[in-house]
C-alpha cells in the first residue's frame, strides 16, 4: 500500500497535515451547499469534496489524511441524517477494487472508476476463482488474447458474488501461456454488460444462491482497462487479497459481538434447554470469542500507533472457527427445534449475514467462512512461512511454464 | 465497558529489555537446569539484581512505601519475562502475592517498604491452588490456621509457593474475633518449613506447620479477607503474562529447531503437518497476549470488570501455556523427552501454572456468574 492508504501522510506531502476540525469544518461546507434530498446528487459533491475515503487523494474522493478521520466525517455526516452510499451493497468494490485502482490504476482509470464506485452507482465483483484454480489462484486459466488494443477473453469463474447485479469485475486471466504459472497472469477490468458475459446463479448449502458462476466466451476488452503491465497481474492480485482478508477478520466488535452474542441471548432466554455438557462449551466458547475479539482489539491499536501486526490472517482464522463451533452448538443447545430449517427456497440475497436467519443457517453459512477469501489451510502456511520463516513444501510448478502444468 | 490499552508502553518495552538481559546473563536454561536439584532451588543472587538492582521486587508498590509507582502492567512485563526464562525466583510469592495483600493492609508499611526494596521477601501463606473469589477461608482448601488470644498461630497451611525462600510469612488464619492476617518470622519458634518434591522443579512448594507461633496481627476482619482476595485475584491475573512468556519461549524455541532439524532429506519445519501446528500455537499466544494484557491492564486500572478480565485470561492463558510446552517436546521429537534438554523445565512450570490460583476449569465457572451464562438448574 502506498503511505496514503495506510493513514501515515498526508498524500501530496507537502501541506499541513488535515486534523479532525479541518474535516468537520469541511463536511459543515458540504451540508450547507448541498440538499441531502438527492441521494446520488449528494454523494458526487461529498466524493468531490474530499469525505467520501478521506486518505484517498484529494480528487479521488479523499483528503491525503489519516485513515482514522474516516469515522468524524462518517459520524457527523450520520448525525445530520446524510444518506451514505449503502457499502454492504458495493463491498467487492469499496473494499478491493478501490484499493487496487488507486495503487495500481492510470490516472485516466482512477477518473473513469473511482466516484461512481464510491456512490454506489456502479457495483463491482470479482472474477478470479476457478473451477480448476481456487487456493492455487495462479493455476488460473481463463485466457486473454491481445488483438491491436483489444483482448479477447474466453474461460470460466466462479464463487462471484454479486455478478447479476455488477456494472464492472476486477479479472484476473492467462495472457502468457509460455510463462511459469505467477508470471503469465495480467489484471482487468471487464465489462459485465458485454454480450460474452453469462452469469449463472450457484445455489450453495443454505438453499440461497449468493454466488454465481461467470462464463466469459469472446468477451471484449481495452486494453485501456488492464490494470498494471501485462503478465504483471498476479503482484496486482495480491493488493486485492490482501484487502479481503482484512475485509473479513477486521470488523471491530463489543464484548458478546458477533456469533457469541447470539448463542448466549438462547441461552439467557431459554433456561429450559440448558445442559451441564453444554454449559461446559459454551463457556469454553465464550472465552474464545472474548479472547478473539481482544486480540483484534490489539491488531486496532497497533495499527493506530502504525505499527501493523501479522494478526490479521489470524483473525480470520479465529473469526472462522469460533464461527463454526459456536453456531453449531447453538443447534445443539435448540435440540427439536434444531431439527428444523427456516427456509430451503432458492432465492438472491442482495447482501450476506452471516449472523441472520435462523440457527440452521448460520451454522450452515458458517461452513464457507473457513474456505472463502483464503482457506483456513492457505492461511496456516501464510502464517508459518511469513510469521513464523518455516521454510515452504518443495514445489514443482513454480519454474515451469504454466502450458506444461499437469491439469 | 472502557477499552483495555493492550499494548506495551515504552516504559514498559525498556523494562523488558532490563529484564531479559539481566535473565540471559543469569540464568540460561543450562544454569536453571543445573540449580533444579541442587540444594538452594532459588538463586540469590539474581533475585538481588532483580529485585534490588532494577527494582522489580516494588514496581506496584507507591513511591511513599519505598517503591518504583509504577503499576501491575509493569510487574505483569517482569512476569512474561520470568515465564519466558523459567527463571527461579520468588517474584511471583513475594513482589506479587505478598506485596498486594501488604497493600491492602494498613498495619503493613513497615514491611512493604522492605519487600519493595528487595532487603526481604515474602510469601503468602494458602495453597498455590487456591482460586480467587472463592472465600475465606477458601472452600474447598485446607486451611486451618487459628490465632489464640495471644495471636499466637497453630495450624497446618499445604503446597505453599515460594515459603522456603521467605523471611517472613503471611499468614492468613481465624483469629478470637473473626479473620486476620498475621506476619510470621520464618526463623520463629514452632514453625515447620517442610519443603516438597514439586513437579515444577523452578517454583518448590512446601508445607507450613505451626505450633504456637509468635505472630503480629496485620489485618483483622475489617481488611483481611479483602486484602487475599485482592492478591488471590492479582496474582491470577498476571500468572497469565507468565503463562504467555512460557507459550512464547516454547512457540519461537520450537521454530527454530523445526528451521535446523532435517529428516527424509529437508527441514522438519517445511511439512505442513508440523507447520500448521505451530501456525495454531503463534494463534494461541496472539490470544494469550491480548487476554493477559487485558487482566494486567483492567488489574492495574482497577477496573470493575477486573475480576471478568482475569478469568478470561486464566481459562485461556492456563491451557494455551500447556499446549505450547506439550507441543515443544513433541515436536523436538526425542531430544524432547530428555533431562538434558530445557523444554521438560517449561513444561512442569505450565502444568503448575495451570493449577496454581485456579483451574482454567474454575476460572470458567466463574465466568458463569461474572458473564451472567447460569448453569442448568437441577
Known amino acids: 500500500m502506498t503511505t496514503t492508504a495506510k493513514g501515515t501522510a498526508p498524500a501530496g506531502g507537502t501541506g499541513p497535515a488535515v486534523t479532525a476540525e479541518d474535516v468537520r469544518r469541511r463536511v459543515r461546507a458540504l451540508l450547507d451547499a448541498h440538499g441531502t434530498a438527492d441521494r446520488t446528487a449528494f454523494l458526487r459533491a461529498r466524493f468531490d469534496a474530499g469525505l467520501a475515503w478521506v486518505h484517498f487523494p484529494e480528487g479521488l474522493g479523499g483528503l491525503g489524511a489519516p485513515r482514522g478521520l474516516q469515522a468524524v466525517a462518517d459520524a457527523e455526516l450520520a448525525a445530520a441524517g446524510a444518506p451514505d452510499n449503502n457499502p454492504r451493497a458495493n463491498g467487492i468494490g469499496l473494499g478491493m477494487a478501490a484499493p487496487t485502482l488507486l495503487r495500481f ?73 509460455d510463462a511459469p504459472k505467477h508470471r503469465g497472469i495480467t489484471y482487468f477490468v471487464c465489462d459485465m454488460t458485454d454480450p460474452g458475459v453469462e452469469v449463472r446463479p450457484l445455489r450453495q448449502i443454505t438453499g440461497e444462491a449468493e454466488f454465481n458462476e461467470v462464463f466469459l466466451t469472446g468477451v471484449r476488452i481495452p486494453d485501456a482497462h488492464r490494470i498494471g503491465e501485462a503478465g504483471d497481474g498476479w503482484r496486482v492480485a495480491q493488493t486485492t487479497l490482501n484487502n479481503e482478508r482484512v ?149 514443482t510448478d513454480k519454474d515451469v511454464p504454466w502450458k506444461e502444468l499437469p491439469r | 465497558m ?204 512446601a508445607d507450613l506447620a505451626l505450633h504456637g507461633v509468635p505472630a503480629r496481627r496485620l489485618a483483622g476482619p475489617a481488611e483481611a479477607p479483602a486484602a487475599v482476595e485482592r492478591a488471590l485475584l492479582t496474582g491470577a491475573g498476571l500468572l497469565a503474562s507468565e503463562q504467555l512468556g512460557i507459550a512464547e519461549w516454547c512457540l519461537a524455541t520450537t521454530t527454530a529447531y523445526l528451521k535446523e532439524r532435517r529428516q527424509f532429506g529437508r527441514p522438519v519445519g517445511s511439512f505442513q503437518a508440523v507447520k500448521h501446528r505451530l501456525a495454531d500455537l503463534w494463534l494461541e499466544a496472539a490470544g494469550a497476549r491480548a487476554a493477559a494484557r487485558g487482566a494486567a491492564d483492567a488489574l492495574a486500572r482497577g477496573a470493575e470488570d477486573a475480576p471478568l478480565a482475569v478469568a478470561v485470561a486464566q481459562a485461556y492463558c492456563g491451557d494455551a501455556a500447556v499446549r505450547a510446552a506439550e507441543e515443544c517436546v513433541q515436536l523436538h521429537g526425542g531430544i524432547g523427552m530428555t533431562w538434558e534438554h530445557p523444554a521438560h523445565l517449561y513444561l512442569k512450570r505450565a502444568k503448575a501454572d495451570q493449577i496454581a490460583l485456579g483451574t482454567p476449569g474454575r476460572h470458567r465457572a466463574a465466568l458463569a456468574v461474572l458473564a451472567d451464562l447460569p448453569a442448568p438448574t437441577g
Not at chain 1, 144 to 154: E, I, N, Q, R
Not at chain 2, 125 to 130: E, F, G, Q
Open chain 2, 2 to 205: 472502557t477499552t483495555p490499552d493492550l499494548l506495551y508502553s515504552e516504559v514498559e518495552e525498556d523494562l523488558r529489555a532490563s529484564v531479559r538481559a539481566l535473565l540471559a546473563d543469569r540464568c540460561p536454561p543450562a544454569a536453571v537446569l543445573a540449580r533444579a536439584e541442587g540444594p538452594a532451588p532459588y538463586d540469590g543472587k539474581l533475585w538481588h539484581a532483580l529485585a534490588r538492582e532494577l527494582g522489580a521486587a516494588g514496581l506496584q508498590v507507591p513511591e511513599e512505601h519505598g517503591g518504583a509507582g509504577a503499576t501491575l502492567r509493569e510487574t505483569a512485563v517482569v512476569l512474561e519475562e520470568l515465564g519466558r526464562a523459567a527463571a527461579p525466583t520468588p517474584f511471583l510469592g513475594s513482589a506479587v502475592l505478598a506485596t498486594t495483600a501488604l497493600l491492602a493492609c494498613a498495619g503493613g508499611a513497615e514491611l512493604l517498604a522492605e519487600l519493595a526494596a528487595g532487603e526481604r521477601t515474602a510469601a503468602l501463606a494458602v495453597p498455590l491452588a487456591a482460586a480467587p473469589g472463592t472465600g475465606f477461608p477458601w472452600a474447598g482448601l485446607p486451611q486451618t490456621v487459628r490465632a489464640d488470644g495471644a495471636g499466637a498461630l497453630t495450624g497446618r497451611v499445604a503446597a505453599v509457593a515460594d515459603a522456603a525462600a521467605a523471611d517472613v510469612l503471611l499468614v492468613p488464619a481465624a483469629g478470637p474475633d473473626g479473620p486476620g492476617l498475621y506476619a510470621v518470622e520464618a526463623d520463629a519458634a514452632g514453625l515447620a518449613v517442610a519443603p516438597r518434591t514439586s513437579l515444577d522443579l523452578t517454583r518448590p512448594l
Open chain 1, 247 to 395: 475485509a473479513i477478520g477486521g470488523q471491530r466488535t463489543p464484548r458478546e459481538g458477533g456469533m457469541i452474542g447470539t448463542v448466549a441471548a438462547t441461552w439467557r432466554d431459554r433456561p429450559e434447554l440448558r445442559t451441564h455438557d453444554l454449559h461446559q462449551r459454551l463457556l469454553h466458547g465464550w472465552v474464545e470469542a472474548e479472547v478473539a475479539r481482544l486480540t483484534g482489539e490489539r491488531l486496532r491499536q497497533q495499527l493506530a500507533v502504525g505499527q501493523p501486526g501479522p494478526e490479521g490472517a489470524a483473525m480470520k482464522l479465529a473469526f472462522a472457527r469460533l464461527a463454526q463451533h459456536l453456531s453449531g452448538l447453538e443447534v445443539e443447545l435448540l435440540g427439536e427445534e434444531g431439527l428444523g430449517y427456516g427456509d430451503w427456497t432458492m432465492v438472491r440475497p442482495d447482501h450476506v449475514d452471516f449472523l441472520g436467519r435462523d440457527a440452521g443457517y448460520r451454522y450452515l453459512r458458517a461452513k464457507g467462512n473457513s474456505i472463502e477469501g483464503g482457506t483456513s489451510e492457505i492461511l496456516r502456511n501464510i502464517i508459518a512461512e511469513r510469521v513464523l520463516g518455516l521454510p515452504a513444501e518443495p514445489r
Open chain 1, 105 to 177: 490504476g492510470t490516472p485516466e482509470q482512477q477518473a473513469r472508476f473511482l466516484r461512481p464506485l464510491w456512490t454506489g452507482e456502479e457495483t463491482w465483483c470479482q472474477l478470479f476463482s476457478e473451477p480448476g484454480a481456487g487456493s492455487d489462484l495462479a493455476a488460473l486459466g481463463t485466457r486473454a488474447v491481445l488483438d491491436g488494443d483489444t483482448w479477447t477473453v474466453d474461460g470460466q469463474k466462479v464463487w462471484t458474488s454479486g455478478a447479476h447485479t455488477a456494472r464492472w469485475a476486477i479479472l484476473v486471466a492467462r495472457t502468457d501461456p
